[in-house]
């Protein structure tokens, strides 16, 4: 059947149901994805075909063998039908289009063992329908965002509360699910057969949506799209820890587990394992049982011989060997191999995918990285016992791990620990859980409480000696930026003119002090203008005037002139002896002037600046602010924002930790502090970013540290079963 006669077809289809037409702006829409899901589904067919007959030719046994070409037989008896059902279902979706809050995967099954059991056909092409739409939406999220606003505001009676996309992936992998429902072939086939759609027809969407989108901008529909989003406190809750350093906070982080169980599950099923939990060679193993081997695992204590914790590298162990080699010591008395449920399977791997995220974060100070690695088995026993802790960002362990990280990240190799209170505490933690916990999550409770009070605290007081140096350094960068703009002002005249002596030394060492303080002030007096006028007004009054109108204006300046001048040498304490004796050789230098007998002269021309050295000039070449090399890194420092952590690497290799305290624009200067609060390091725009391109400084992720590493994990999941 030709593409015009499937269309056809569908028009018709809908005639016959009775089914609302679509919006004019949709129905180009419709009938190009329709064409494409058409021509992409033949390429996934055409590849499913040769998978089987592949697998039909290395079958091992000649009931295998038949199998495959069974299944290659109905699925290409029954190809046009599934084609022209999928075709069918997804011009259906835009005549009426479905919502966007469609159950889930996790939501349709009512505990998460479900899903692990994948013995259970139906779920586990649930799972694979899920994973594949959950990867598409990972990846054409911009696209599909876009789209969505777009089609919600062309269907009536849709709004931002009941948003719609007919082309979302979900919505497209459930019309394939139900159009090859009839196929009478088995789950391995079956998932081959998604396999082939995720990766012939769902990888390639990008074109259609961008497609789509083309087609409603032309159409007026929203062509200039800015997303600025609803405030969802689900996801984007802003709260404050007891440092007093606002962070993002996640509630509630079910969603992000379901896809790892859904992954997980999707890998084992990659795999081939089957379930256990009805294998008759098998016992499984309980929490508890787990929970009481685990105990017995000598990294899960203290070392009697170790005084500090954080000696050494960090403590690496492989948990999915060490619940192994636990459970191959546990009671076999009915002759059966022990092993773990999937599910609890799924939490030991987590939980090692999370301690190896954490081994290799970057952003964790060395020796608080050591500290924290000691917990892995306290830490799963936690989920074990409460698997709430990758759901909840409130969970009392996931607090704790997120404090401990938060207050280490000013840590560096080069501080002293052994008189450091808050490494001492951080120590002190870490030794009691390995030598208290005992399943009660009631210890992390009482420990993170007396962390907080314990930060806030320390913080107090660091925030009182940091707003002491900041005040300090503005005002030290402000005074020297003052000078600065003073010395420049009075050289730049004093360049064009030679002064009498006693002028020359009244402005260098008097009225520059009333400029400076004048610079200072201007933001609330407004004098700063002022104090410039009475120098160009000096030096305009010695000279000599012929002209009748200059001397007129010369007659009306002067006296307010040494009005201006006497009042503002008082204010700074200018010697009074000596500002008598100014102010008389001043009256008499103006006389002459005025009787055009003045020996003041201007110079023909500014002296020359001095010839920069070989390695002054080479520097300043450096530093240029347009150089484009830098100019990505200039956007980098921009972005940095007070509070923000960063490493500075000297050139030997060793590190510092700062948080930047002050951006003070007048003067280009961004001012560091340690985490007490006192001034570490101050630089310009142009020299960070000069770091930055050295990779001699890096910024430093401050997210709390276990939903970094759900992120992480997430990331690795979808990549290895991509």
Request: glycine fraction near 4%; hydrophobic fraction near 40%; charged fraction near 25%.
């Amino acid at each position: 059947m030709s593409k015009q006669s499937d269309i056809h077809y569908l028009h018709q289809t809908h005639k016959a149901g009775g089914n609302t037409p679509v919006p004019p702006e949709v129905s180009r829409i419709r009938n190009t994805v329709v064409a494409g899901l058409g021509d992409l589904l033949q390429g996934a067919f055409d590849a499913v075909d040769d998978s089987l007959f592949e697998l039909a030719n290395n079958a091992r046994s000649n009931n295998e063998q038949n199998r495959y070409f069974e299944a290659m037989r109905e699925i290409r008896i029954k190809r046009k039908g599934v084609e022209r059902q999928f075709q069918h279902r997804v011009a259906q979706l835009f005549a009426t289009p479905p919502g966007t809050d469609t159950p889930s995967v996790t939501q349709a099954h009512a505990t998460q063992d479900n899903l692990t059991l994948v013995g259970n056909d139906d779920l586990e092409e649930q799972v694979a329908l899920t994973a594949m739409a959950t990867k598409a939406r990972a990846h054409f999220q911009g696209p599909l965002l876009q789209l969505q606003t777009r089609f919600t505001q062309v269907y009536d009676g849709r709004s931002e509360d009941s948003p719609v996309n007919p082309m979302a992936p979900e919505h497209l992998c459930k019309a394939f699910a139900d159009a090859i429902a009839p196929l009478e072939i088995q789950i391995r086939e079956r998932l081959i057969l998604l396999k082939q759609f995720d990766r012939y027809v769902v990888s390639n969407l990008e074109m259609l949506l961008d497609e789509a989108n083309r087609i409603l901008i032309q159409a007026g529909v929203i062509p200039n799209f800015r997303y600025h989003g609803k405030s969802e406190p689900r996801h984007t809750a802003r709260t404050e820890n007891t440092t007093g350093e606002p962070q993002n906070s996640t509630v509630d982080d079910s969603e992000v587990l379901d896809q790892i169980y859904q992954l997980l599950a999707r890998q084992r099923g990659d795999s081939g394992t089957r379930s256990r939990q009805h294998d008759p060679g098998i016992r499984v193993v309980g929490i508890n049982e787990l929970f009481s081997l685990l105990t017995q695992l000598p990294a899960s204590r203290t070392p009697e011989t170790t005084r500090d914790l954080s000696e050494g590298e960090p403590l690496t162990v492989d948990l999915r060997n060490a619940v192994q080699n636990t459970l191959s010591q546990a009671s076999t008395r009915d002759g059966k191999k022990p092993a773990l449920k999937e599910v609890d399977e799924d939490l030991v791997n987590l939980v090692s995918m999370l301690f190896e995220f954490i081994l290799e974060d970057y952003n964790l100070s060395a020796p608080i990285q050591v500290l924290i690695s000691r917990l892995q088995i306290p830490i799963l026993k936690v989920v074990l016992k409460d698997r709430s802790f990758f759901s909840k960002a409130s969970h009392p362990a996931r607090k704790l791990l997120n404090s401990l990280a938060r207050a280490g990240i000013g840590w560096s190799n080069s501080d002293e620990k052994a008189r450091d209170k808050l490494y001492e505490k951080i120590h002190s933690i870490v030794q009691t859980i390995l030598n208290e916990f005992d399943g009660d999550i009631g210890l992390f409770v009482e420990l993170n409480t007396e962390f907080e009070a314990f930060l806030a605290r320390e913080n107090r007081k660091a925030s009182l000696v940091e707003q002491r140096t900041r005040e300090s350094e503005r005002g030290r960068i402000k005074s020297q930026r003052a000078q600065e703009i003073v010395d420049q002002v009075i050289a730049e005249r004093l360049a064009r003119y030679t002064l009498p002596e006693s002028v020359y030394n009244m402005l260098i060492n008097g009225w520059s002090r009333v400029m400076f303080l004048a610079y200072l002030r201007d933001d609330k007096e407004h004098r700063w203008q002022e104090s410039v006028n009475v120098v160009d007004d000096l030096i305009w009054c010695l000279h000599p005037h012929l002209e009748d109108a200059e001397r007129d204006q010369w007659v009306r300046v002067v006296p307010g002139l040494l009005k201006a001048l006497r009042t503002g040498l008082e204010e700074v304490s200018y010697n009074s002896v000596r500002l008598d004796e100014n102010m008389s050789q001043l009256k008499q230098e103006l006389a002459e002037a005025f009787r055009a007998s003045s020996g003041m002269e201007m110079t023909q021309a500014p002296p020359p600046a001095p010839e920069a050295s070989p390695d002054e000039a080479r520097q300043q070449a450096e530093l240029h602010p347009e150089d484009a090399s830098i100019a990505d890194f200039m956007v980098q420092v921009d972005e940095l924002e007070t509070g923000n952590w960063v490493e500075f690497r000297l050139v030997n290799g060793t590190g510092f930790r700062c948080k930047l305290s002050a951006v003070i624009e007048e003067a280009d200067c961004f001012v560091f502090v340690n985490r007490m609060g006192l001034k570490v390091i101050e630089k310009t725009r142009t020299e960070l970013a000069l770091e930055m391109q050295r990779g001699r400084m890096k910024r430093l992720e401050q997210g709390a540290l276990i939903d970094r590493a759900l992120g992480a994990v997430v990331g690795s999941l979808r990549s290895k079963i991509a």
